[in-house]
């Protein structure tokens, strides 16, 4: 597993830890440090083990208000930090 940690922009989680398999392909453990703890929790839980690419699409620019962003648009961004790690070490 590759581990990274990401700190979010304009959303309330003040850290976003993910892990992805070694290839960056799957999700691994996610947790948020902040937010809405039932919210980022289930998030983390439906996407353990799912494609990066699939999460990725399903929730890549999900809005919160006016912020211009969200927990689960971050999220992404993190995964495909991750991904690109992990794949420049594979």
Known sequence: MYEM???PQRVCPRNIHVEVSDDGSTVGNVVFDGGCNGNTKAVAKLIKGKPVDEVVALLAGNLCGRRGTSCADQL????RQAQEKARALA
């Open 5 to 7: 940690d990401f700190r």
């Open 76 to 79: 992404t961004i993190a995964l």
